[in-house]
């Protein structure tokens, strides 16, 4: 039941992943082509956009979402060490408990803003256009879903991290720069001078990427290459918790 | 109740903070520290409570042993300078949130404990707008609303008036016959008036004085 409460609380920012979801789909909506589903879904996880920097407007306009999320709880975690936090944590008895419990709400809330994203504007999608349905799609959606949460979780959980040993700001600024450069690597990578594929193998959002037609074993690869580096940074945040002294008061002011 | 520091020792930044610490703090008794700013009372509390490591020696509760059998001392009530609550709740809201942790008080004893300080329960002022005596006030009724029973409380009546003052002194000696309170102050007369053992505290050391 209390989960369900601290769920609640963050009804604004599901409002905002459905809307999101909608307006990213809306280009689609009324279209007469009886196209697969999935080319429109594709949407979400940047596929069939093409390497080339003409691109980056529709690149940036699919990493809104994501941005948000990652801008609203990305210090979510750490904040509870700058406000009131001897208070907080001369009553809680293990820390680790606590860390992780956080780390588990906080993936739960992440995976709820994906599907907020992505099922309205499927069911809208599915009602508004000639577009073909069919378990193939289905299945898209799920893998779409797991590798873009994942991939939220890990920059979230990424952020809480840094800004244990970095102030908040900053830590937030890294992971964007690492998001944008990201994101220019792949739209360039075609006009690099270095064997491409290598290049893509380890690029965030090429990882991110699921095409309609799905390779399974490229979405296994790319799972694991979320997933690894996801649970290691837990555990770092759980060592962080764990490790932080109250020597003086931790404040960056009313976050 | 015992709290038990064995050979304390805390270094930060090369500076000895806490040197070879050693006291046996029991209940019934009310101790008080005195010392310069910087001396290492604050320090003292942070490590005894949990809430910072020590580099070696023990601090043990009953026979149980601090950051091995427990985070942080049960039952700990602390109050720290310049520790603020969350600046944008009430006074209320502020002690509703703490009590979430433990689950020890509802919200008639939060309203209780606001009014035994001396404050308003429906005063929707938020904590950053009130004044530094109000602050002090609540931050202090936070370290005892939850009948906690070992209460580490650093200047307490730091910005306090006399009504103030004499607030403090009253819950404490009603207080002391089941808890370990430990004052740090430079207000003599409140250790002089509270403290059945004083202890003199210079660059981490802890002087009893008889």
Known sequence: MKNVIILCKDKCIYLI????????????????????????????SFALLGQNISYIVQFISHFI????????????????FCVASI????????????????????????????AAVI????????????????????KHAVWMFIMLSLYSFEMIALINLLAFFLESG??????????????????LSVNLKIDESIILEFNLFSRLMVEPDIDIWKVSVSLLYFLIPSVIISLLIVRAVKKTQFTKSIYEGDV | MELIAECVNKTIDKKIILSNVNLKLCSGKIYGFVGRNGSGKTMLFRALSGLMSI??????????????????????????????????????????????IRKKADDNIIREYIKTVGLDPDD????????????????????????QKILMLDEPTNAMDDSGVQMVRSILLERKKDSIILIASHNHEDIDMLADEKYRVSNGQFIKEE
């Open chain 1, 65 to 80: 979402p994501l941005f948000i999320i990652q801008f609203y709880w990305g210090i979510s975690l750490y904040k509870s």
């Open chain 1, 119 to 138: 099922v309205p504007a499927f069911i809208m999608l599915t009602l508004s256009s000639h577009a073909v349905t069919d378990i193939n799609t289905v």
């Open chain 2, 55 to 100: 580099d070696s020696g023990t601090v043990t509760l009953d026979g149980k042993i601090l950051h091995k059998d427990f985070d942080v001392l049960p039952e700990l009530g602390i109050m720290i300078e310049n520790a603020g609550l969350y600046p944008q709740l009430s006074g209320f809201d502020n002690l509703k949130r703490l009590s979430s």
């Open chain 1, 170 to 187: 900053v830590a937030f600024a890294i992971v964007q720069i690492i998001n944008m450069l990201s994101i220019a690597v792949y739209l």
């Open chain 2, 124 to 147: 929707k002022k938020p904590f950053r707008k009130y004044s530094l005596g109000m602050k002090q006030r609540l931050v202090f009724a936070q370290a005892i609303f939850e009948d």
């Open chain 1, 17 to 44: 992943a459905v809307l999101s979801g909608i307006v990213l789909m809306l280009p689609f909506a009324g279209s007469n082509e009886a196209v697969k589903t999935e080319y429109y879904l594709c949407a979400f």
């Open chain 1, 87 to 114: 208070y907080v944590f001369s009553r809680r008895n293990h820390r680790v408990k606590w860390a992780l419990r956080e780390l588990w709400m906080l993936l739960l809330k992440t995976v709820i803003f994906i």
